[in-house]
């Protein structure tokens, strides 16, 4: 932190930001990778948290965070057996094989495959219909599974470590810039509030039910099943389906599978749930998305998942309809209405940001002339941090940048916009758009009209009572930036330093030296003072971030 600071001061309270090299970062980056996992399973969340927010840390810092998202050491298999006979009991009984290395680790919990017992199971399904209770069916019945057990004791060391964080925060607060506070302290409540529902495998095992109805009826994609009787607050059994990894692109292509409809699809499902269905997966790593041989996408672990709020399902549908229409102004009301874009961001340079992000997006080549353009613009007119990021926003941020890197993993030259504008049209969005622009025309014109009405007779008394000479005015100045206060203080400043040059002079001639030194340290203060007051304030210094340029770079070095 104390390093971090100094980047933006090199004397920590004063002096001018540093300049540091890509190496540097990437060694802090490993030095705090190092610290996250020493820390334990909560601070590894948080780090596996941090590396999908670009608008929080520096690329170093994400590209070597991203590694959490898979290498996440289990935990030993007597204490995750322990929590597993407590919730189903004896291991053995419930189960006809079961494998003891995790197939998947994650800092919460970590995924066995197992296998049914069909004779255990097909006599308790007949002792619990005897007794008069539901019970799962023989389809269920000697099955493989995927059994997620939550780690031994977590619940208490999260709530420990919860408490570290919140009492930290307003310390690491300190050490970061303005533009970073607001989307840190977000991001420490969210973090909070995710933690805990993962935590929580009753409530996931609710979304990932939901969500499967919902796509009940898509081929493409495929979920899977709860099976209730082996599941508990503590451990979640779902049907095991076997698949690619989706960012395994050399498997992919041995298998004939066409990636860039991969791409589609995976875009496509995460429009439905966002824009039509408000519920979705907010978790969507490479670790937790793979391709079944006949091109189908698998969904895994739905512990990280959310609600849109018809509010900000309306505003995303907008925003999504004016980029597919490129209507650049929509879009930048749209941010602003959703609370992401500051009203007093400099629209003028904004637009030209979002145009650069639509030619990205459309798998275009970005000039780096424009983008250098584009910081000079932001450097020299935007001193407050545009972008927002609301707590009722956050996981879709995270699903919308994590979506665009597998995307444009799987196809460097994938057209997002091309795709969400035939979402929208094949769902009637950019139909029902126009009709209620033509309706708002048309109330405007009905309103236009009736002001022209009302127009003659106050234009009217205008001129007669500025012919009377019984016209008053009135102008009120607005001085957002303080511009009469500066002014005043640069004059007050400015005759400080005259008298105190003058004394220094006068005391000089009478052989006063005592006073005239007085008088000079008194003029160097005064002129340090004039000389602040005419700085300018100091602008963000940050860089637009591009996925698709920053996966080329990667590609090229590798």
């Given at each position: 932190?104390?390093?971090?600071?100094?980047?933006?001061?090199?004397?920590?309270?004063?002096?001018?930001?540093?300049?540091?090299?890509?190496?540097t970062?990437?060694?802090?980056?490993?030095?705090?990778?190092?610290?996250?996992?020493?820390?334990?399973?909560?601070?590894?969340?948080?780090?596996?948290?941090?590396?999908?927010?670009?608008?929080v840390?520096?690329?170093?810092?994400?590209?070597t965070?991203?590694?959490?998202?898979?290498?996440?050491?289990?935990?030993?298999?007597?204490d995750?057996?322990?929590?597993?006979?407590?919730?189903?009991?004896?291991?053995?009984?419930?189960?006809?094989?079961?494998?003891?290395?995790?197939?998947?680790?994650?800092?919460?919990?970590?995924?066995?495959?197992?296998r049914?017992?069909?004779?255990?199971?097909?006599?308790?399904?007949?002792?619990?219909?005897g007794?008069?209770?539901?019970?799962?069916?023989?389809?269920?019945?000697?099955r493989?599974?995927?059994?997620?057990?939550?780690?031994?004791?977590?619940?208490?060391?999260?709530r420990?470590?919860?408490?570290?964080?919140?009492?930290?925060?307003?310390l690491?607060?300190?050490?970061?810039?303005?533009a970073?506070?607001?989307?840190?302290?977000?991001?420490?409540?969210?973090?909070s509030?995710?933690?805990?529902?993962?935590?929580?495998?009753?409530?996931?095992?609710?979304?990932?039910?939901?969500?499967?109805?919902?796509?009940?009826?898509?081929?493409?994609?495929?979920?899977?099943?709860?099976?209730?009787?082996?599941s508990?607050?503590r451990?979640?059994?779902?049907?095991?389906i076997e698949?690619?990894?989706?960012?395994?692109?050399?498997e992919l292509?041995?298998?004939?599978?066409?990636?860039?409809?991969?791409?589609?699809?995976?875009?496509?499902?995460?429009?439905?749930?966002?824009m039509d269905?408000?519920?979705?997966?907010?978790?969507?790593?490479?670790?937790?998305?793979?391709?079944?041989?006949?091109?189908?996408i698998?969904?895994?672990?739905?512990?990280?998942?959310?609600?849109?709020?018809?509010?900000?399902?309306?505003?995303?549908?907008?925003?999504?309809?004016?980029?597919?229409?490129?209507?650049?102004?929509?879009?930048?009301?749209?941010?602003?209405?959703i609370?992401?874009?500051?009203?007093d961001?400099?629209?003028?340079?904004?637009?030209e940001?979002?145009?650069?992000?639509?030619?990205?997006?459309?798998?275009?080549?970005?000039?780096?002339?424009?983008?250098?353009?584009?910081?000079?613009?932001?450097?020299?007119s935007?001193?407050?941090?545009?972008?927002?990021?609301?707590?009722?926003?956050?996981?879709?941020l995270?699903?919308?940048?994590?979506?665009?890197?597998?995307?444009?993993?799987?196809?460097?030259?994938?057209?997002?916009?091309?795709?969400?504008?035939?979402?929208?049209?094949?769902?009637?969005?950019r139909?029902?758009?126009?009709?209620?622009?033509?309706?708002?025309?048309?109330?405007?014109?009905?309103?236009s009209?009736e002001?022209?009405?009302?127009?003659?007779?106050?234009?009217?008394r205008?001129?007669?009572r500025?012919?009377?000479?019984?016209?008053?005015?009135r102008?009120?100045?607005?001085?957002k930036?303080?511009?009469?206060?500066?002014?005043?203080?640069?004059?007050?400043?400015?005759?400080?330093?005259?008298?105190?040059?003058?004394s220094m002079?006068?005391?000089?001639?009478?052989?006063?030296?005592?006073?005239?030194?007085?008088?000079?340290?008194?003029?160097?203060?005064?002129?340090?003072?004039?000389y602040?007051?005419?700085?300018?304030?100091?602008?963000?210094?940050?860089?637009?971030q591009?996925?698709?340029?920053?996966?080329?770079?990667?590609?090229?070095?590798?």
């Amino acid at each position: 932190m104390l390093a971090y600071a100094r980047d933006r001061r090199r004397f920590l309270l004063f002096g001018r930001p540093r300049q540091v090299d890509p190496e540097t970062h990437r060694h802090r980056a490993e030095v705090l990778l190092e610290s996250l996992l020493t820390l334990g399973p909560t601070f590894i969340k948080l780090g596996q948290l941090l590396s999908t927010r670009p608008d929080v840390l520096p690329p170093a810092y994400i590209d070597t965070l991203a590694s959490l998202q898979d290498d996440v050491p289990p935990a030993p298999w007597p204490d995750a057996k322990r929590v597993l006979e407590a919730e189903l009991g004896p291991v053995d009984e419930r189960f006809a094989e079961f494998d003891t290395e995790p197939i998947s680790g994650a800092s919460l919990g970590q995924v066995y495959r197992a296998r049914l017992d069909p004779e255990t199971e097909r006599r308790r399904a007949e002792s619990e219909r005897g007794e008069g209770r539901t019970s799962e069916t023989n389809a269920d019945v000697g099955r493989d599974v995927a059994v997620k057990v939550r780690r031994p004791e977590i619940e208490d060391l999260v709530r420990a470590d919860l408490r570290v964080i919140k009492w930290s925060l307003p310390l690491l607060l300190y050490f970061v810039d303005d533009a970073r506070s607001f989307s840190l302290e977000n991001l420490a409540e969210e973090f909070s509030k995710t933690i805990r529902e993962e935590m929580d495998y009753e409530r996931e095992a609710e979304m990932l039910a939901e969500i499967r109805s919902n796509f009940a009826d898509d081929d493409r994609f495929l979920i899977p099943d709860v099976l209730e009787s082996h599941s508990g607050p503590r451990v979640l059994t779902m049907e095991y389906i076997e698949g690619t990894k989706i960012n395994d692109l050399a498997e992919l292509d041995r298998k004939g599978i066409d990636r860039t409809e991969v791409a589609e699809n995976l875009e496509r499902a995460y429009l439905q749930m966002i824009m039509d269905d408000g519920v979705f997966h907010a978790d969507p790593h490479p670790g937790n998305l793979a391709v079944t041989d006949d091109g189908r996408i698998v969904f895994y672990d739905f512990g990280m998942s959310g609600r849109v709020d018809p509010f900000v399902q309306e505003k995303i549908t907008e925003f999504y309809i004016a980029v597919a229409n490129q209507d650049i102004d929509a879009i930048l009301d749209a941010l602003i209405e959703i609370g992401t874009l500051s009203p007093d961001a400099d629209r003028g340079v904004m637009a030209e940001v979002m145009e650069i992000a639509i030619q990205d997006a459309r798998g275009e080549d970005v000039e780096q002339y424009r983008v250098n353009q584009i910081v000079g613009q932001i450097e020299d007119s935007i001193y407050v941090f545009p972008f927002r990021l609301p707590k009722n926003l956050a996981l879709v941020l995270r699903v919308a940048t994590v979506v665009e890197g597998v995307c444009v993993t799987l196809d460097e030259d994938f057209d997002f916009i091309s795709t969400a504008t035939d979402y929208l049209t094949e769902q009637g969005y950019r139909e029902e758009s126009i009709r209620q622009y033509l309706d708002e025309t048309g109330r405007q014109l009905r309103r236009s009209g009736e002001s022209l009405t009302r127009l003659a007779p106050k234009a009217e008394r205008a001129l007669d009572r500025l012919d009377r000479d019984d016209l008053l005015v009135r102008i009120g100045v607005e001085d957002k930036e303080n511009v009469f206060d500066k002014l005043a203080k640069r004059l007050v400043y400015g005759m400080l330093l005259t008298m105190s040059l003058f004394s220094m002079g006068v005391l000089y001639a009478l052989e006063a030296p005592r006073g005239s030194i007085v008088a000079a340290v008194f003029s160097v203060l005064v002129a340090i003072q004039l000389y602040r007051s005419f700085r300018s304030p100091k602008s963000i210094g940050t860089r637009p971030q591009f996925t698709r340029q920053n996966l080329r770079q990667r590609r090229g070095k590798e």
